[in-house]
Each structure stands twice: as structure tokens, then as C-alpha cells.
């Protein structure tokens, strides 16, 4: 390892001397140092075949090892999985925390690791390494944005913590933007959110998850729809025609724009529709999303109003025959 410091030492004064970088990588353990160290000596003597044959041969070496290397990675990543599975979260993470030191091109590694650290500039800086080896991995761009929104927005993510029914964490966010409040405005959200939180925690209210919300307030127009068709048509289902049924399932799309507008939920929709990585939607965002809503419900209420008149009318014609 002495020779090795004097050769980098002399190559930190004479970087063009390519018998320095020639003996660098005599001296050296690494491959990939020696790879780079013969790549500059190419560069200085493009001519020293002896050295480009002996790069290609470490090449394939360097392919060999990574080969192991990823094997490797993926049988300690599948470790680690099972480790979380059964509640052994620290054990995993440290699994996988030598993973990456060894082989930090495992994506699925950095994947998992940004699951379980608990500091957010860990999450971060796992997710940023997920991207960096594949771009074009959308759930973890997505995790990113909403970690670096709520970031900027400490706000959002109490709303957040809240609609999943986390109140003291929420109440610490709000305690902790209390101390950085910048205007009377921003001060005035934070208190109520403080006493909502409050009045909420001490009563005792259950919660109730968005996604659940969802479910339960999507079938209400529809339901109502239906009722009132089966009274439309006598009871007697077999008389819907097709466009009946198309306006139903109108109303029940509206039912469940409204639905998802009505909740502060980390809903795909807005990040997929409306590119919302803190998840609740922006007010004009969530007032389009209502819109459309009873748009879609009150054309298929309008229509079937339209259709008993027309009928109420065609009866009122008959009782006028003798």
C-alpha cells in the first residue's frame, strides 16, 4: 500500500506521467482503479497494445465480479424483505445498509431502504439513488415529490397525518410551524388546526381512513338514482333501456368524483390527473373534481325528470279518450 500512496502522490503533481498510472495499476487491489489507471495511460500512449490487452481483460473481470456482486445484493435484498415481513425492521435495515456500501447499484435495495429509515433526508437521499439508476421508476418519483412537497409544506402533511388519524404527529407539525409562523394568516390556520386537532383527540371521534370515506359516500347518488328509476319504471328492472343504464353509471362516476374531492386523502388521482404530490389537491384542483361531479349526476338526474314528464304527459293524454 506504500507504493501505491507514492505513485498517487506523484500522479497528484505529474497527472500526464503515464508510467505513474502504469504502476498504479500494478500496485493496486481494485479492478475498477486499475481499469481507470490503464484507461489513462491509453489515453497518454493510444499505441501500448500489451496494456490495452490486459485492460480488456480486466473488463471482463470487472463484468464478472459485478455479476456476483448483483447476485449477491439480490439474495441479501430477499433477506431483508423477510426480515420486514416479520416485523424485524432494524435487522433489515441494516441488511440492506450493507448492501448498498457493497453494491450500490441494487435498485430494489435502495427501493426498500427508503420504506424503512426513519429520518427524512435518508428517505430522500435513497430515493434520489432509486432514480438515479432507473428514471423512469414512477413510484418512486412519486414518493420523492411528496417527500420534497410536504418538505416545503409542512401544512399539507399535518392535514395529512390527520386525515389518517395520526393527531399527535399532527399536532407536533403544527406546534412546530407555530414557531415559524410568518403572517397573521399562516398563524390563524395553525391555531385552528390546533384546536380541531384538540377537540378531536379529546372527544374521542374514531377514524375513519379516506379510502373507506371514498367507498362509503360514492354509492349515495347512485343509490338514490336507482330508486328513483325503479319508481319510474314500475318496479320492473327489465324495462331500464341502455341509456338508462349509461346515465346510472354517470351518476355513479360523479358519486365517486365527489367522493374523492370531499377527502383530504393521499389519492393517486391527484398525482396521476392533477400532478399533486402532497396529495390533497389544490383548491381549484378539487372544485374542477366537484364540478364534474354533479355535472355528470345532474345531467342523468335532468334527463330522467325529462323522461317522467314526457310519460306524465302521455298519461295525461290517454285519460282524456273516451
Not at 431483508?80 to 448498498?100: F, H, I, N, Q, S
Not at 412537497?149 to 390527520?162: I, K, Q, S
Not at 325503479?230 to 351518476?251: A, C, R, Y
Request: aromatic share 8%.
Amino acid at each position: 500500500m506504500q507504493a501505491r500512496a507514492l505513485f498517487l502522490r506523484i500522479l497528484e503533481e505529474q497527472p500526464e506521467n503515464p508510467a505513474a498510472w502504469y504502476w498504479l495499476a500494478r500496485v493496486s487491489d481494485d479492478v475498477d482503479e486499475q481499469i481507470v489507471a490503464l484507461e489513462r495511460v491509453l489515453a497518454l500512449k493510444p499505441h501500448l497494445s500489451q496494456v490495452r490487452a490486459r485492460l480488456k481483460r480486466l473488463r471482463t473481470r470487472q463484468q464478472a465480479i459485478q455479476r456476483e456482486k448483483a447476485a449477491w445484493a439480490r439474495k441479501q435484498t430477499s433477506k431483508a424483505e423477510k426480515l420486514r415481513k416479520r416485523g424485524e425492521g432494524e435487522e433489515a435495515t441494516a441488511l440492506l445498509l450493507d448492501v448498498v456500501e457493497k453494491y450500490e447499484k441494487h435498485e430494489k435495495a435502495w427501493l426498500l431502504l427508503s420504506e424503512l429509515v426513519d429520518e427524512e433526508e435518508d428517505r430522500v437521499i435513497a430515493l434520489q439513488n432509486v432514480l438515479a439508476l432507473n428514471p423512469k421508476n414512477k413510484a418512486a418519483r412519486a414518493r420523492l415529490d411528496a417527500l420534497l412537497h410536504f418538505r416545503e409544506n409542512p401544512l399539507d402533511l399535518a392535514a395529512l397525518y390527520e386525515e389518517e388519524g395520526r393527531f399527535d404527529e399532527a399536532l407536533a407539525i403544527y406546534h412546530q410551524a407555530a414557531r415559524h409562523a410568518e403572517s397573521r394568516q399562516e398563524w390563524d390556520t395553525i391555531y385552528k388546526g390546533i384546536n380541531r386537532l384538540e377537540r378531536r383527540r379529546e372527544s374521542g371521534v374514531r377514524h375513519v381512513r379516506p379510502n373507506v370515506s371514498i367507498i362509503r359516500l360514492t354509492p349515495g347518488p347512485f343509490l338514490l338514482y336507482f330508486l328513483l328509476l325503479m319508481v319510474h319504471n314500475g318496479l320492473d328492472p327489465l324495462q331500464f333501456t341502455p341509456s338508462l343504464w349509461l346515465e346510472g353509471l354517470s351518476v355513479l362516476v360523479g358519486g365517486f368524483l365527489l367522493a374523492v374531492a370531499s377527502v383530504r386523502s393521499h389519492h393517486p388521482i391527484w398525482t396521476r390527473v392533477f400532478g399533486e404530490p402532497g396529495g390533497s389537491g389544490s383548491r381549484l384542483a378539487r372544485f374542477a373534481l366537484s364540478m364534474t361531479g354533479w355535472t355528470l349526476i345532474g345531467i342523468a338526474f335532468v334527463l330522467l325528470f325529462g323522461a317522467s314528464l314526457e310519460r306524465l304527459g302521455d298519461y295525461s293524454s290517454l285519460s282524456g279518450l273516451p
